[in-house]
């Protein structure tokens, strides 16, 4: 898959869930700092029972655009939910494990291709 076509659909995956509630949502270009994926999808879910909705609303547009991810880790606990689909990854965090993993800094050097902004009815926290 073209670089350029994947990174539409990890957006429209983060449109996807911006439209169910989540926030901080960014996209992130790791290609040239790793050969494990191509893309980060991090966002942040209210609760950890938002983060499995946000997570089973992923699968199902996953499922559509026949993607399936090679493992899904953190369902149980949902603090911090990860979607590896080779290609991409997505994390999805609750605030507190968003700010405890910082995953943002350990990856400061990758593009950030997109923020996705949020709907104004949507609570956001300030990034740090």
């Keep these: ?47 950890s029972l938002h983060a499995k909705k946000l997570c089973e609303t992923l699968l199902q547009n996953l499922h559509k655009i026949q993607i399936k991810p090679l493992t899904t880790e953190g369902l149980c606990k949902a603090e911090w939910v990860i979607l590896d689909c080779s290609d991409f990854m997505i994390h999805i965090f609750t605030p507190e494990k968003r700010e405890k993993y910082t995953l943002e800094k350990l990856w400061k050097d990758a593009k950030n291709t997109s923020q996705i902004e949020c709907p104004k009815h949507i609570k956001t926290t300030k990034k740090k």
């Excluded at 076509?5 to 926030?23: R, S």
């Excluded at 949502?25 to 609760?47: G, M, P, R, Y």
């Design 1 to 47: 898959m073209e670089k350029s076509e994947l990174q539409n659909i990890v957006t429209e995956l983060g449109k996807c869930i911006v439209d169910n509630g989540a926030f901080n949502v960014e996209i992130l270009d790791v290609c040239e700092k790793t050969n494990q994926t191509k893309f980060l999808l991090l966002s942040s879910a209210n609760n």
